[in-house]
């Protein structure tokens, strides 16, 4: 037992470790919001696509896709995402608190925390295979965000189009769609553009890490309302709990569970803060959901991870 919280702390506390480090930093004044916010969109436009660029670029498809553990993945967030929809019906009824709220209770940061905490937990062989179901999840993210973020206002008809060029310009996306062909084809790229891209996937995962620290405001905590304490519970204990009972059941084990895990256990995405802010949501309940899930995740990830590996489900 002792070996394996060990290895547990190893896995998540350098990447919790890092988001402390960027939330007293801020504390400190040694960075600030505009800081957090030039880093934030340095790391969306171009480190964090071309971390992914490279890793999709290098993969073997034929060994890595798994057409099973995807499906698995997507309709676990749909039908999630539509059992939570429905269960909020009748006991929220300003739609404000229930975009919000939902958004909140379904969206996770996988792009960031997940992978980061992959690539501690399985290494590199892994992150491949991880950062091709980030190019499956994303889009489902963002439909299903801008769905719940106009429904219940009444809005009027969602806008299709500008949501599908916003997916398609998502840089995120456009790092998949242009890394495909290099891996299916085997194509390299000259060393000098590899070792260029290196330097600027170093700092993906760390710098964001940082910036979700600096946007913390813990102080927040004592005035979160239960609604938020509510969706977060949702995000971070009831469907990891459910959805890898259920991963296990099918015969999921090892790296895959792991991944799956990871994917269901993450925190609430910032993003869903700024989506909720720009459309009209109770961005302060975002917000809120965001820093629990955030500060939650570290003991539900840690158990997480400790139990499966006690297990010998990893």
């Known amino acids: 037992m002792f070996d394996n919280i060990v290895f547990t702390a190893n896995i998540v506390a350098p990447v919790f470790l890092i988001i402390a480090v960027g939330y007293f930093a801020k504390k400190r004044k040694i960075i600030n919001e505009v800081f957090v916010d030039v880093t934030s969109r340095l790391v969306f436009q171009i480190s964090l696509p071309v971390f992914i660029f490279l890793e999709i670029s290098e993969l073997d498809l034929s060994q890595v896709f798994n057409v099973d553990q995807i499906l698995f993945i997507t309709l676990s ?19 404000e608190d229930k975009s919000a709220f939902i958004q909140g209770a379904f969206r996770g940061n996988y792009a960031i925390v997940g992978l980061a ?48 060029r916003e997916i398609i310009l998502n840089p995120l996306i456009l790092a998949v769609v242009f890394a495909l062909p290099f891996s299916y084809f085997k194509l390299k790229l000259p060393e000098m553009f590899i070792t260029t891209g290196n330097y600027f996937a170093d700092l993906a995962l760390t710098l964001a890490l940082v910036g979700i620290g600096g946007s913390l ?92 590996k006690s297990f010998n489900l990893l």
């Open 217 to 308: 405001n813990i102080e927040n905590l004592k005035r979160a309302s239960a609604l938020a304490f509510s969706s977060s519970i949702i995000k971070i204990v009831v469907l990891p709990l459910l959805l890898t009972f259920l991963a296990i059941f099918l015969g999921y084990r090892n790296d895959d569970l792991g991944i799956m895990f990871i994917v269901f256990a993450c925190p609430t995405a910032i993003a869903s803060f700024v989506m909720a802010d720009v459309m009209g949501a109770n961005s302060k309940l975002a917000g809120n959901i965001i820093m629990i899930t955030t500060l939650g995740s570290v003991f539900t990830i840690s158990l997480g991870i400790l139990l499966l």
């Open 117 to 164: 905490l992959i690539s501690n937990l399985f290494g590199n062989d892994a992150l491949g295979k991880a950062t091709l179901i980030l190019a499956f999840l994303l889009p489902v993210y963002n439909v299903l965000a801008v769905i719940v973020l106009t429904v219940p206002k009444h809005q009027g008809k969602i806008n299709f189009i500008s949501m599908f």
């Open 77 to 95: 967030t749909i039908i999630t995402y539509l059992l939570i929809w429905a269960g909020t019906t009748p006991f929220i009824k300003n739609p």
